[in-house]
């Protein structure tokens, strides 16, 4: 079995010259103190300061489609330097108004069972322990927004639900009907339906040790129920909380250490068409800053469930681009996630509502993934939100994007063709005494020198770099 070994020598560091579009840290903090943020101090696990995420969809994961067919990949995911395991729903499926043979994991019939077809309650319990005793962590995704139609709440507390026109609904955003018409929409201003939900979650911190949950469609649930969750889970245990959501910043006020970022995949997206550049992420990376508390960070991702199931979501793969974008996801600020299948070179979209598989007999992918997560997990520049160094944003041409991370003497410089084409370009960084993640070599350049890049070309520069043996 290869064994990493991390480059602990950490040379001289030779004067940097980096024109930056960041913010300096005086402006940070002024910043910060202009926003009406007052980011409650949440009890954080410290594991999360170099996680990288891994989401799985167990159905779909082997040909089995069980927790004990997945446990088999433990050992390989461990490898990878993978932290934390996100399972997608593992609950009971409503029958009623069902989609498809299996029917939509995000119908939920029971809160606080397993889906017999994915194994027993004591073998999800067996996974987790196995996972945790592997030095990594376990999140549920949490489907807080909706029922089956056919949970037993629909007879049994019908004032938990929103009724339009007189009768239980499906879900609305903006005043605007979706297509999710086979599960019924929860409706928070009943107390007690707070209360029982709440108890839900605590139920699998205490049976079954989940270290957190990631909730789906957080922004559709009102902010002080967020706020009232938080300190009820914390008095189980200790936990993680990721916003399946983005553009809310009280939900780092209220609950959450991360919440996705979806606006950066469709970015991602955009520039694989060539719809835009690295000037598109500056002005990102600017806004970004200018909307969210200091101290934050968003989780990172060039696929999950939603754009792998939903016909009218993009196509994830990103052709010639997808290796850039994924160089881009695990290395600017925040908390990568790598979807399953994708170190196998994943070509399709995993079905939602019947039985799909990966095909597990091309892993060529896997060499590539674990260079970057294991460089994420163990230089300090690449850690999360106020553990890693903040992004310094060089100016280059329009369609490079480059940057630099420093935190305790740990350096990463990324420098990426958002492009396909031949881009020549003087990089403002003076790149000295790193090493190329991907080649081993060393590598040096003079700030203001002349730089040529191939079509969506990537270099990850890093002090200390790492070693796989």
Known sequence: MNKLRVITQIKILLPITILLSACTN??????????????QKMNTPL?????????????????????????LH???????????????????????????????????????????????????????LEI?????????????????????????????????????SHPYFDNKPTHWTDVAE?????????????????????????????????????????TEARPALERVKQ??????????????????QATHAWSLYQLFHEISRGNANGNDLRDYVARDRSSYPAG????????????????????????????????????MEGMPSLYNGLEAELQKKLPLYDKGEIKWDSEKKQGFYIKLIQLKKFNKALFNGKYGGQMQIAEAASEVFAFLREKDGHRVAVIVNCSGNIISTPINLALNSLSDLFTGKDYSRSSGENLTMEPWQYLVLANPSITLQ
Not at 99 to 113: E, H, V
Not at 137 to 153: F, M, P, Y
Not at 189 to 208: N, V
Not at 300 to 327: I, L, S, W, Y
């Open 239 to 256: 936990v993680f909380m990721v916003a399946d959501a983005e553009g809310n910043p009280r939900h780092y006020e209220t609950c959450f």
């Open 296 to 331: 934050y960070f968003h989780i990172n991702f060039t696929a999950t469930h939603h754009v792998r199931h939903q016909k009218d979501m993009h196509d994830p793969h990103f052709g010639d681009a997808q290796e850039a974008m994924a160089v881009l996801a695990m290395t």
């Open 26 to 39: 005086d402006e940070s903090e002024m910043r910060s103190a202009d926003k009406v943020f007052h980011v």
């Open 74 to 128: 433990l050992p390989r995911l461990q490898k990878m330097g993978i932290t934390t395991i996100c399972f997608n729903p593992i609950f009971p499926i409503g029958f009623a108004k069902r989609r498809g043979a299996l029917g939509n994991p995000y119908s939920i019939a029971d809160f606080t069972k397993v889906n017999p077809e994915l194994g027993s309650f004591e073998d999800f319990r067996e996974l987790t």
């Open 132 to 168: 945790q005793d592997m030095g990594m962590h376990v999140l549920l995704d949490w489907v807080g927004n909706q029922t089956s139609w056919d949970h037993h709440w629909v007879e049994s507390q019908p004032q938990w639900y929103v009724h339009r026109n007189d009768t239980i």
């Open 186 to 226: 929860l409706n928070y201003e009943s107390e007690s339906l707070r209360s029982t939900m709440i108890e839900s979650m605590k139920f699998w911190l205490r049976s079954a040790d989940v270290d957190g949950f990631r909730c789906h469609a957080a922004q559709h649930i009102p902010d002080d129920f967020w």
């Open 47 to 71: 594991w999360e300061r170099n996680a990288t995420i891994y989401e799985v969809d167990v159905r779909n994961y082997t040909k089995e489609g069980t927790f004990k067919a997945f446990s």
